[in-house]
């Protein structure tokens, strides 16, 4: 079945910055669209990115000119990095496969 596991997470200060990854396994990984989900505490899980199969790339406005969604097929990863973050960038991050499978997810807190 198809598993996708998550890492790079951790605590940052404000104005710095993580790479999280996500190893897909078990899927026609280069043929399947990839996105960056986040659930911050109370808060619906909401879209941070998504990138197809051909590479078109597109981001929620909170992420636009700060993150950054890349993919490497030969390694079944799909990347997300994060620059400039923001507390409000605290949250859980999940990886998702074309909208059908999701990874355990990853914690980013941006603190102080």
């Known amino acids: 079945q198809v598993q996708l596991v998550e890492s790079g997470g951790g605590l940052v200060q404000p104005g710095g910055s993580l790479r999280l990854s996500c190893v897909s396994s078990?899927?026609?990984?280069?043929?399947?669209?990839m996105a960056w989900y986040r659930q911050a505490p109370g808060k619906q899980r909401v879209l941070v990115a998504v990138?197809?199969?051909?590479?078109?790339?597109n981001y929620a406005d909170y992420a636009k000119g700060r993150f950054t969604i890349s993919r490497d097929n030969a390694k079944n990863t799909v990347y997300l990095q994060m620059d400039s973050l923001t507390p409000e960038d605290t949250a859980v991050y999940y990886c998702?496969?074309?909208?059908?499978?999701w990874g355990r997810g990853t914690q980013v807190t941006v603190s102080s």
């Open positions: 990138i197809t199969r051909w590479g078109t790339t």
């Open positions: 998702n496969e074309e909208n059908d499978y």
């Open positions: 078990g899927s026609d990984f280069s043929a399947n669209a």
